[in-house]
């Protein structure tokens, strides 16, 4: 098992998107694309899956609603009942009008705080962590993909030229 | 080329004679005089046997009166004020007629619900195609046609609506009460609420107002599509730039329009009550009801396979909007609710009263969950939006509900608290569903489905999310 990887630099990323799609179409493994900024149709190219992120994304709004809900009765109705715009009838389903702001707010609050929180930790990217990114060059112009060396090491190195990668190099994975 | 299929061009048509019949069994079957009146209305106190329970529970004037006459006749009340068309607490004969107004009104309100909900449909659709136009979009030029065919029902739906509104002027029903009032205080028929409003509620300016109104729509509607059928036959870019200009001034001119359309046609209904917001909200009613027919009518279109090029991704663009505009319209909705409902002024919580607590309460929350939270929850997923059926399914239900949204704007102020949905509104749904499917199909007939000469059409063909 080798622990080699090649990176291949390209600046622009159209080129980059056909040669992501060459070098998976020769069934080579890519492992990660390093870009400066986000290339629309590359998570498709490179088949990763689509992202989950919606999905928690509504559980917790849900979750949210439901402490609004519990929240707001518990403060409003239940441990101190509160007479709501000259309608006391201290029943949360006939006061919920007045609540619905909060219950929106809420909602929309759990929601985006624990899906940033969520995407921060499925990225790595938390405090005192360093960036694993092999080249610096990809923060400003340039596009880096990064191939498993699987076999033929040759034979990789002259698709990703024939690809219009201006610059190939093999390291050793770490 | 689309040509109108038999069966459906006969499917309209049945829809269209079925629905004259029972928009005529209505107008057959309304009570002609008090006489009338008083007999159905014991009828069907008859019929509900030992009603008296739940009749005394019903916060409504009109039942407990009953109660009153069939308990004691209050003969000296009868030589008062007969003519008090209000009949709010008024005498027994004064109430009568009141009733009998209503159980008139009702086959005119089933008529001018789904007159109103597909000519607006049809505006809206131009307001849409418009706004397509004003930002030169560039994924939706393929479905330029189909919205352009929707549109196609503004003419004789407008004739439609201008003559009702002419019979109402004329005195032909009671849809609109302040027509009825007047502004002199020692009249008989003085109401309060005309002293400050008669300068704009009066019936000259009601009517010369909707001629500008449908003139607007039909002018523009015109002007739209000749230039956009000139850029296609000449294939010159300087009717593509006009096309924008015109879009431009007509959401412009259309927005102003609009806002006191609904004034007009639809709160004037209501008219000791009023709201801001209200033709913002009709307006998100209409607009997402046209985007839905648009999608409906794009998806038949494709299933018959003249639309080859539209692909998933439009159908999803489509969804998009029908889901926005449904969150869209229930912020308008909440908007006005709240504020009204929150601050419990007499005026104002007379429109809500018969609609949150009164007898339109399951219409009222009923449409409120289908406008709301079916859309919400069923066109949230990504990828349900890109399957024809499922977006069929949801397009039928947010219609459904935004024709109860009208119904329950008009309803309340015209028939009252006894609502019915029976042959009556059921028929003039047909008929209309009927005229419209009749009219949009054969404007689509009117030229190719593939506006070839538009710049972006490429970019709308390669369109893929």
């Given at each position: 098992?080798?622990?080699?990887?090649?990176?291949?630099?390209?600046?622009?990323?159209?080129?980059?998107?056909?040669?992501?799609?060459?070098?998976?179409?020769?069934?080579?493994?890519i492992?990660?694309?390093?870009?400066?900024?986000?290339?629309?149709?590359?998570?498709?190219?490179?088949?990763?899956?689509?992202?989950?992120?919606a999905i928690?994304?509504?559980?917790?709004g849900?979750?949210?609603?439901?402490?609004?809900i519990?929240?707001?009765?518990?403060?409003?109705?239940?441990?101190?009942?509160?007479?709501?715009?000259?309608?006391?009838?201290?029943?949360?389903?006939?006061?919920?009008?007045?609540?619905?702001?909060?219950?929106?707010?809420?909602t929309?609050?759990?929601?985006?705080?624990?899906?940033?929180?969520?995407f921060?930790?499925?990225?790595?990217?938390?405090?005192?962590?360093?960036?694993?990114?092999?080249?610096?060059?990809?923060?400003?112009d340039?596009?880096?993909?990064?191939?498993?060396?699987?076999?033929?090491?040759?034979?990789?190195?002259?698709?990703?030229?024939?690809?219009?990668?201006?610059?190939?190099?093999?390291?050793?994975?770490? | 080329?689309y040509?109108?299929?038999s069966?459906?061009?006969?499917?309209?048509?049945?829809?269209?004679?079925?629905?004259?019949?029972?928009?005529?069994?209505?107008f057959?079957?309304a009570?002609?005089?008090?006489?009338d009146v008083?007999?159905?209305m014991?009828?069907?106190?008859?019929?509900?046997?030992?009603?008296?329970a739940?009749?005394?529970?019903?916060d409504?004037?009109?039942?407990?009166?009953?109660?009153?006459?069939?308990?004691?006749?209050?003969g000296?009340?009868?030589?008062?004020?007969?003519?008090?068309?209000?009949?709010?607490?008024?005498?027994d004969?004064?109430?009568?007629?009141?009733?009998?107004?209503?159980a008139?009104?009702?086959?005119?309100?089933?008529?001018?619900?789904?007159?109103?909900?597909f000519?607006l449909?049809?505006?809206?659709?131009?307001?849409?195609?418009?706004?397509?136009?004003?930002?030169?979009?560039?994924?939706?030029?393929?479905?330029?046609?189909?919205?352009?065919?929707?549109t196609?029902?503004?003419?004789?739906?407008?004739?439609?609506?201008?003559a009702?509104?002419?019979?109402?002027?004329?005195?032909?029903?009671h849809?609109?009460?302040?027509?009825?009032?007047?502004?002199?205080?020692?009249?008989?028929?003085f109401?309060?609420?005309?002293?400050?409003?008669?300068?704009?509620l009066?019936?000259?300016?009601?009517?010369?107002r909707?001629?500008i109104?449908?003139?607007?729509?039909?002018?523009?509607?015109?002007?739209?599509?000749?230039?956009?059928?000139?850029?296609?036959?000449?294939?010159?870019?300087?009717?593509?730039?006009?096309s924008?200009?015109l879009?431009?001034?007509?959401?412009?001119?259309?927005?102003?329009?609009?806002?006191?359309?609904a004034?007009?046609?639809?709160?004037?209904?209501?008219?000791?009550?009023?709201?801001?917001?209200?033709?913002?909200y009709?307006?998100?009613?209409?607009?997402?009801?046209?985007?839905?027919?648009?999608?409906?009518?794009?998806?038949?279109?494709?299933?018959?396979?003249?639309?080859p090029?539209?692909?998933?991704?439009?159908?999803?663009?489509?969804a998009?909007y029908?889901?926005a505009f449904?969150?869209?319209?229930?912020?308008?909705?909440?908007?006005?609710f709240?504020?009204?409902w929150?601050?419990?002024?007499?005026?104002?919580?007379?429109?809500?009263?018969p609609?949150?607590?009164?007898?339109y309460?399951?219409?009222?929350?009923?449409?409120?969950?289908?406008?709301?939270?079916?859309?919400?929850?069923v066109?949230?997923?990504?990828?349900?939006k890109?399957?024809?059926?499922f977006?069929?399914?949801?397009?039928?239900?947010?219609?459904?509900?935004?024709?109860?949204d009208?119904?329950?704007?008009?309803?309340?102020?015209?028939?009252?608290s006894?609502?019915?949905?029976?042959?009556?509104?059921?028929?003039?749904?047909?008929?209309?569903a009927?005229?419209?499917?009749?009219?949009?199909?054969?404007?689509?007939?009117?030229?190719?489905?593939?506006?070839?000469?538009?710049?972006?059409?490429?970019?709308?063909?390669?369109?893929?999310?």
């Amino acid at each position: 098992m080798s622990s080699k990887v090649i990176h291949a630099l390209y600046d622009d990323d159209d080129v980059l998107l056909n040669a992501v799609k060459e070098v998976r179409a020769a069934h080579h493994h890519i492992d990660e694309v390093y870009t400066p900024f986000p290339v629309h149709g590359l998570d498709k190219a490179m088949g990763i899956p689509p992202t989950r992120l919606a999905i928690m994304a509504f559980i917790f709004g849900v979750t949210g609603l439901a402490f609004s809900i519990w929240f707001l009765n518990n403060i409003m109705i239940v441990d101190w009942p509160q007479n709501i715009g000259g309608k006391p009838s201290f029943s949360f389903l006939e006061n919920m009008p007045a609540f619905v702001p909060v219950m929106f707010e809420m909602t929309v609050f759990f929601s985006a705080h624990l899906m940033v929180i969520t995407f921060y930790m499925r990225s790595k990217i938390w405090p005192f962590q360093t960036a694993d990114n092999p080249d610096p060059r990809t923060t400003d112009d340039k596009f880096l993909m990064e191939v498993a060396v699987d076999g033929n090491e040759d034979a990789l190195i002259a698709l990703l030229e024939k690809t219009g990668a201006e610059e190939i190099s093999v390291k050793e994975k770490h | 080329m689309y040509t109108f299929s038999s069966r459906l061009k006969t499917f309209s048509l049945v829809l269209i004679i079925i629905g004259a019949l029972g928009i005529g069994y209505g107008f057959f079957t309304a009570p002609k005089t008090v006489d009338d009146v008083k007999a159905m209305m014991h009828n069907a106190e008859d019929s509900h046997g030992a009603a008296t329970a739940e009749h005394t529970e019903v916060d409504d004037h009109a039942s407990k009166d009953v109660h009153e006459v069939t308990g004691a006749i209050k003969g000296e009340h009868a030589t008062e004020n007969d003519h008090e068309a209000a009949g709010e607490h008024g005498d027994d004969a004064g109430h009568y007629e009141h009733v009998l107004m209503q159980a008139q009104n009702r086959p005119w309100t089933a008529i001018y619900v789904p007159m109103i909900f597909f000519l607006l449909i049809s505006v809206c659709a131009l307001v849409y195609y418009a706004i397509q136009r004003a930002a030169s979009a560039g994924w939706s030029p393929l479905l330029f046609r189909v919205m352009e065919g929707v549109t196609g029902y503004i003419g004789i739906g407008s004739l439609i609506v201008l003559a009702f509104l002419v019979a109402s002027a004329m005195h032909g029903n009671h849809m609109f009460a302040w027509m009825y009032a007047s502004a002199d205080p020692t009249a008989a028929n003085f109401d309060f609420a005309m002293e400050t409003k008669d300068w704009w509620l009066n019936i000259p300016g009601f009517l010369i107002r909707a001629v500008i109104y449908v003139s607007i729509w039909i002018g523009f509607r015109h002007f739209i599509l000749k230039n956009s059928r000139l850029q296609d036959e000449s294939g010159d870019l300087k009717y593509f730039k006009r096309s924008f200009n015109l879009s431009v001034v007509f959401l412009v001119v259309f927005l102003v329009s609009e806002l006191f359309m609904a004034f007009d046609w639809l709160m004037s209904i209501d008219h000791h009550w009023f709201s801001q917001l209200y033709s913002f909200y009709v307006f998100a009613s209409m607009f997402v009801s046209a985007i839905t027919v648009i999608a409906l009518v794009t998806i038949y279109l494709r299933s018959r396979g003249f639309l080859p090029q539209v692909n998933d991704s439009h159908i999803h663009d489509l969804a998009k909007y029908m889901f926005a505009f449904s969150i869209f319209w229930t912020y308008l909705w909440y908007a006005q609710f709240m504020l009204q409902w929150y601050a419990n002024i007499p005026e104002e919580a007379t429109y809500f009263y018969p609609r949150l607590l009164g007898e339109y309460q399951p219409l009222f929350i009923g449409m409120l969950i289908m406008n709301f939270v079916f859309p919400i929850l069923v066109l949230m997923n990504s990828d349900y939006k890109r399957i024809p059926w499922f977006v069929v399914l949801a397009g039928l239900i947010i219609l459904t509900g935004h024709y109860l949204d009208v119904f329950v704007m008009v309803a309340p102020g015209t028939v009252g608290s006894h609502w019915h949905f029976g042959i009556p509104e059921i028929g003039a749904l047909l008929f209309f569903a009927g005229l419209f499917i009749f009219v949009v199909f054969n404007s689509l007939t009117k030229a190719p489905l593939l506006p070839k000469e538009n710049p972006f059409i490429k970019e709308s063909e390669v369109f893929h999310y």
